[in-house]
């Protein structure tokens, strides 16, 4: 079974660029996440989808990020205009369960904005 | 609030030891599940164990074995005999019942010595 797996997996960019992230989850798996890891801190939850329906968006930083999942198969994570601090890894995970279901992670997407 | 401490930023052993990662959280719900999740250098967050809050009772997998106590409000890890594969940074994590994101700690660096 093939795992999670993040697209590209590593991306530098200008600041005030556009980069779109790609997570395809395991198949079957109508729960999908986005969490982000900036450098030296903690890994943190950005949002939740359940099928193509976003269930919880409160961990989202601001209106540059926009998350998508039509379909309710893989999902993009766009940051328009790209700001140096969101710099960092992001992750996508999915899960058959809602939590506290066991999240399978992906290996994440290391973004560099310059 | 949630919150997930782990003091250990960085440790080194010689392989074969044992080694122990600690984990402290915080949370106000008398519901809640913990875990541990290893980052090997290739990336991908691994899942190692889930515990919910009504069990405390120790658990062993092999050369892993996972110390829960209320009491303290800690989940720590401890690796015997410790080899060079187990070299990797292991997060501990706390979810609270019918939420969705995970909270992460900041991670321990372990690194074991041949």
């Known amino acids: 079974e093939a795992g999670v797996t993040q697209f590209p997996s590593h991306s530098v960019i200008e600041k005030g660029q556009t980069v779109t992230l790609r997570c395809d989850p395991i198949s079957g798996h109508d729960n999908l996440y986005w969490y982000r890891r900036v450098m030296g801190k903690e890994i943190k939850f950005l949002l939740h989808?359940?099928?193509?329906?976003?269930?919880?968006e409160s961990g989202m930083p601001n209106n540059r990020f926009l998350a998508e999942r039509t379909g309710g198969t893989y999902s993009t994570l766009k940051v328009q205009p790209a700001e140096l601090e969101d710099s960092g890894v992001y992750f996508c995970a999915s899960s058959v369960f809602r939590p506290p279901g066991e999240q399978y992670f992906g290996p994440g997407t290391r973004l560099t904005v310059t | 609030a949630q919150k997930v401490t782990q003091a250990q930023t960085e440790i080194s052993v010689v392989e074969k030891e044992d080694v122990t990662l600690d984990c402290v959280y915080e949370t106000r719900d008398t519901t809640y599940y913990l875990f541990w999740y290893k980052q090997p250098p290739s990336g991908e967050l691994v899942f190692l164990i889930r515990r919910n809050s009504f069990d405390e009772q120790n658990e062993i997998s092999g050369r892993y074995s996972w110390n829960f106590q209320k009491s303290t409000s800690s989940f720590n890890f401890t690796i015997t005999a410790s080899q060079v594969v187990d070299s990797a940074v292991y997060f501990c994590?706390?979810?609270?019942?019918?939420?969705?994101?995970?909270?992460f700690g900041k991670g321990t660096r372990l690194h074991i010595l041949p």
């Open positions: 994590a706390l979810s609270e019942a019918g939420d969705d994101k995970i909270i």
């Open positions: 989808f359940v099928k193509e329906s976003k269930q919880d």
